[in-house]
């Protein structure tokens, strides 16, 4: 068994961040370990109750020179899981990879007084190659599809519904135009990349078709949502609160594969809300100029 000196005469603030990091240790020790709980692959779970074993280790680490056993931060470990759910465990396992540049930094420092701070410095670097080599989550897998269904719903109607709020001026029937639109527009899109999907030999072209079905019919219940709640005199209130929350979707939706799939958020963002935006100004004059033009007056 191998015997760890412990230096009893480092700083005041290096225990401070020794007590910092013993926390995290132990709340992402439980973390991973709900984790594994809920995934199928014998391989995933392994590996990520290893990597909790070892994440137990380091908090008993630091606990020699804290003199303290902490508790998983319950908040957190419940926060994380329920982001697991929502947007699966590959999205949390890089959300909490992301918060181990700090801490790898703050093992770095520490190794001057603390010796063992280089040891788990390494331990973390092999966690991430660990991490890396088993995200293969299914949802992952058919990110072009999900694309593909939110983005054109979100371009689509929110140039219809912009365009309808100011051709009718009648939340109900902006909603009822909406819905028919957009749930027509889900069948249309699923069996086109169903079709897509069969055309390049693909064996999962049912699934494609799924989740590009599921991301467009949740966009048009968001965004018809509005017209539904607000009275139907309200249509400027409802359009300026389904455009808010197109941003709002756009935001985490973007968050989210930015994360999972590493690629630049801001720049992914900035283009989607602005395609999105742009397009309801210019439906919305065309509802305005149609109205005026055929002499519609609902």
Same mark, same amino acid.
């Given at each position: 068994?191998?015997?760890?000196?412990?230096?009893?005469?480092?700083?005041?603030?290096?225990?401070?961040?020794?007590?910092?990091?013993?926390?995290?240790?132990?709340?992402?020790?439980?973390?991973?370990?709900?984790?594994?709980?809920?995934?199928?692959?014998?391989?995933?779970?392994?590996?990520?109750?290893?990597?909790?074993?070892?994440?137990?280790?380091?908090?008993?680490?630091?606990?020699?020179?804290?003199?303290?056993?902490?508790?998983?931060?319950?908040?957190?470990?419940?926060?994380?899981?329920?982001?697991?759910?929502?947007?699966?465990?590959?999205?949390?396992?890089?959300?909490?990879?992301?918060?181990?540049?700090?801490?790898?930094?703050?093992?770095?420092?520490?190794?001057?007084?603390?010796?063992?701070?280089?040891?788990?410095?390494?331990?973390?670097?092999?966690?991430?190659?660990?991490?890396?080599?088993?995200?293969?989550?299914?949802?992952?897998?058919?990110?072009?599809?999900?694309?593909?269904?939110?983005?054109?719903? #979100?371009?689509?109607?929110?140039?219809? #519904?912009?365009?309808?709020?100011?051709?009718?001026?009648?939340?109900?029937?902006?909603?009822?135009?909406?819905?028919?639109?957009?749930?027509?527009?889900?069948?249309?899109?699923?069996?086109?990349?169903?079709?897509?999907?069969?055309?390049?030999?693909?064996?999962?072209?049912?699934?494609?078709? #799924?989740?590009?079905?599921?991301?467009?019919?949740?966009?048009?219940?968001?965004?018809?949502?509005?017209?539904?709640?607000?009275?139907?005199?309200?249509?400027?209130?409802?359009?300026?609160?389904?455009?808010?929350?197109?941003?709002?979707?756009? #935001?985490?939706?973007?968050?989210?594969?930015?994360?999972?799939?590493?690629?630049?958020?801001?720049?992914?963002?900035?283009?989607?809300?602005?395609?999105?935006?742009?397009?309801?100004?210019?439906?919305?004059?065309?509802?305005?100029?149609?109205?005026?033009?055929?002499?519609?007056?609902?």
């Amino acid at each position: 068994m191998e015997v760890i000196m412990v230096n009893n005469s480092i700083s005041d603030q290096t225990k401070q961040t020794i007590l910092k990091l013993q926390q995290k240790e132990i709340t992402e020790q439980a973390i991973y370990i709900n984790l594994s709980k809920r995934l199928k692959k014998e391989s995933d779970k392994e590996i990520l109750l290893n990597i909790a074993k070892e994440e137990g280790m380091h908090s008993e680490i630091w606990g020699r020179y804290t003199n303290k056993e902490l508790k998983p931060q319950r908040f957190k470990v419940l926060f994380y899981s329920f982001l697991s759910i929502i947007f699966g465990y590959t999205f949390v396992i890089k959300l909490m990879e992301k918060g181990e540049v700090g801490s790898q930094n703050a093992y770095l420092k520490l190794s001057e007084e603390v010796p063992e701070a280089t040891r788990v410095y390494h331990d973390e670097q092999m966690h991430e190659q660990s991490l890396i080599g088993m995200l293969d989550e299914d949802r992952l897998q058919y990110v072009g599809s999900m694309v593909l269904g939110l983005n054109d719903a #979100l371009v689509e109607l929110t140039g219809t #519904l912009a365009g309808l709020s100011f051709a009718l001026q009648d939340n109900k029937l902006v909603a009822l135009s909406g819905l028919i639109t957009g749930i027509s527009a889900t069948f249309s899109m699923a069996s086109s990349e169903y079709l897509s999907a069969r055309s390049e030999d693909n064996s999962d072209a049912k699934k494609s078709a #799924l989740y590009t079905g599921i991301m467009y019919i949740f966009a048009v219940i968001v965004m018809v949502l509005p017209y539904l709640l607000f009275p139907s005199d309200k249509y400027v209130h409802a359009l300026i609160t389904m455009l808010i929350l197109v941003v709002l979707i756009i #935001l985490i939706f973007t968050y989210y594969i930015s994360v999972a799939k590493d690629l630049p958020f801001k720049k992914r963002f900035t283009e989607m809300a602005t395609i999105s935006l742009s397009v309801a100004g210019i439906s919305f004059i065309v509802g305005i100029l149609v109205k005026k033009f055929l002499g519609v007056d609902i």
